[in-house]
C-alpha cells in the first residue's frame, strides 16, 4: 500500500528525498517557504577531490556514480539540461603541491580522477602559474535554476506543492497530521533553518555562511574552471562565477562588502585580470562538526525525520544518500553510524 509523506524543505536534499519516495512508488508533498538560500545560490559543483590535501570525499566513487546517473534521470524527465562536465584546473600552491599532485595522479586510487601532468599543464598561461597545475578528470556541475525550476515544473504536473513556511502550530506528531492531513512520514529537509525545528534543534546542525560574486571578464577563458584560494567557474560567455567564502556559525544571509573583498583578494592569487562585479549572493550552508550528514528519525516520534546537514558538497551527496534514506524507511535498511543524527548529542539531550 502507498504511504504518503510530507517533506519540508524544497533545497538539494529535499528534492532527492522526494524524487527517491516518488520512485519508490509512495505519494509525497512538498513543501517549501519559496527563499532558499543555500541549495539555489550554489555553484551547484561536483568535484569528488580535496584540494589542499590531494584526498578523496568520503565516499567519492559511490557519490559520484551515483549522483551523475540521478541527474542525467532528471535532465530526462524534466526534458531540461542542466548537468555540465567541467574543464576544471587547480593551480598549485607550492612546489610541494605539485609533487603530492604527481605521486597521487600514480595511485590507483587516483587515476581515474587526475590527468597526468604535462609541460603544457606547466606552461599553462590562463592564470597565474608559478608552481604549475593539474587537471581534473571527473568534475561537474548542477546549474541550480534550470534544476530546480524544471524540477517543480514537473513535480507540480504530477503531486502537491505547497509554497509555504511550516507551521508548527499546525503539526500534531502524535498523529502525524499537519493541517488536518494525516501523513506516513514526515521528513525535515529544512538546512539551516533546523534550529527554529522543535523536534531536531537539539541536534547541532551548523550554519556556514558562504558568499559568491558574479563577474565579468571577456579574457578569462570561458571553459575553464579554475580553482586556487577560490574558483572561477564560466557561466554564459564572459560571466563567471567567484567563489566562495566561509564565515561559521551565523544565520545572517546579508551580502558584506567584506565578503566581496575577500573574494576578489582570492581571486587575485589566479588572475590580475580586472572584473565587473554584477552580483554578490549570499547563502547559509548546513554542516556538521564532522563533516558528515545528519539523516534519521527522530528519538520520540517515530514517523518524524531529518535530512540536513549536507555542507557544501551537497549536490555529491544528496542522491545516494537520499536512496539509501528511503529505503531505511520503507525496507527497513540500516543507515550507517556515520550519519546517525545523535551521534553528536549528549545522552541526557534529545528526546
Same mark, same amino acid.
Given at each position: 500500500m502507498n *504511504?504518503h ?5 524544497a ?8 524524487? !527517491?519516495? &516518488?520512485?519508490s512508488?509512495?505519494? %509525497?508533498?512538498? &513543501? ?20 589542499r ?5 568520503w565516499? @567519492?566513487?559511490?557519490?559520484l ?6 541527474y ?13 562536465k567541467?574543464e ?9 603541491e605539485?609533487?603530492?599532485w604527481r =605521486? ?6 587516483f587515476?581515474?580522477?587526475? !590527468?597526468?601532468?604535462t609541460?603544457?599543464d ?5 592564470a597565474?602559474n ?8 571527473? @568534475? ?7 534544476f530546480f ?7 507540480? !504536473? ?5 509554497? /509555504? ?6 503539526f500534531?506528531?502524535?498523529? &502525524?497530521?499537519?493541517?488536518n492531513?494525516?501523513?506516513?512520514? %514526515?521528513?525535515f529537509c529544512?538546512g @539551516?533553518?533546523?534550529?527554529d ?19 565579468q571578464?571577456d579574457?578569462? =577563458?570561458? *571553459?575553464?574552471?579554475?580553482?586556487r584560494k ?5 557561466? /554564459? /560567455?564572459?560571466?563567471?562565477k567567484i567563489?566562495?567564502?566561509y ?7 546579508s551580502?558584506?562588502?567584506?565578503g ?8 587575485? !592569487?589566479?588572475? =590580475?585580470?580586472?572584473? %565587473? ?12 562538526h564532522?563533516?558528515?550528514?545528519y ?13 540536513n546537514?549536507?555542507g557544501?558538497k551537497?549536490y ?5 544518500l537520499a536512496k539509501?534514506? %528511503? ?5 527497513n535498511?540500516?543507515?550507517? /553510524?556515520?550519519v546517525?543524527?545523535y551521534?553528536?548529542?549528549p545522552?541526557?539531550?534529545?528526546k
Amino acid at each position: 500500500m502507498n *504511504k504518503h509523506f510530507l517533506v519540508v524543505g524544497a533545497g538539494i536534499a529535499g528534492t532527492a528525498v522526494s524524487e !527517491h519516495l &516518488l520512485q519508490s512508488g509512495q505519494r %509525497v508533498t512538498l &513543501l517549501d517557504r519559496g527563499n532558499n538560500t543555500c541549495s539555489y545560490v550554489a555553484a551547484g559543483i561536483i568535484n569528488p577531490l580535496g584540494f589542499r590535501r590531494m584526498t578523496k570525499s568520503w565516499r @567519492a566513487d559511490a557519490f559520484l556514480n551515483y549522483a551523475l546517473e540521478f541527474y542525467m534521470c532528471i535532465e530526462q524527465k524534466t526534458n531540461s539540461s542542466f548537468l555540465r562536465k567541467l574543464e576544471m584546473r587547480r593551480m598549485f600552491s607550492s612546489e610541494q603541491e605539485c609533487q603530492l599532485w604527481r =605521486d597521487k595522479q600514480e595511485n590507483a586510487e587516483f587515476t581515474s580522477y587526475l !590527468h597526468p601532468v604535462t609541460q603544457s599543464d606547466t606552461a599553462f598561461d590562463g592564470a597565474k602559474n608559478p608552481y604549475g597545475s593539474g587537471r581534473l578528470k571527473q @568534475a561537474y556541475s548542477v546549474m541550480a535554476e534550470g534544476f530546480f525550476s524544471g524540477y517543480k515544473q514537473w513535480f507540480t !504536473h504530477q503531486n502537491n506543492w505547497l509554497t /509555504e513556511a511550516f507551521d508548527y502550530d499546525a503539526f500534531n506528531p502524535y498523529e &502525524l497530521k499537519y493541517k488536518n492531513i494525516s501523513y506516513d512520514g %514526515v521528513v525535515f529537509c529544512q538546512g @539551516a533553518d533546523n534550529p527554529d525545528n522543535p523536534f531536531f534543534n537539539d541536534i547541532p546542525v551548523q550554519t556556514t555562511k558562504g558568499e559568491l560574486l558574479i563577474v565579468q571578464n571577456d579574457k578569462l =577563458d570561458p *571553459k575553464m574552471t579554475l580553482n586556487r584560494k577560490c574558483f572561477v567557474l564560466p557561466l /554564459e /560567455e564572459g560571466m563567471f562565477k567567484i567563489g566562495a567564502t566561509y564565515e561559521w556559525r551565523t544565520r545572517d544571509c546579508s551580502i558584506t562588502e567584506a565578503g566581496k573583498e575577500k573574494l576578489l583578494n582570492a581571486f587575485n !592569487h589566479l588572475s =590580475d585580470e580586472p572584473v %565587473v562585479v554584477l552580483k554578490q549572493l549570499a547563502g547559509i550552508r548546513p554542516t556538521s562538526h564532522d563533516r558528515r550528514p545528519y539523516i534519521g528519525r527522530n528519538k520520540e516520534f517515530a514517523g518524524i525525520f531529518m535530512f540536513n546537514g549536507l555542507g557544501s558538497k551537497g549536490y555529491l551527496l544528496a542522491p545516494l544518500l537520499a536512496k539509501e534514506f %528511503v529505503e531505511s524507511i520503507l525496507e527497513n535498511n540500516p543507515l550507517s /553510524e556515520e550519519v546517525y543524527p545523535y551521534r553528536g548529542v549528549p545522552k541526557n539531550q534529545g528526546k
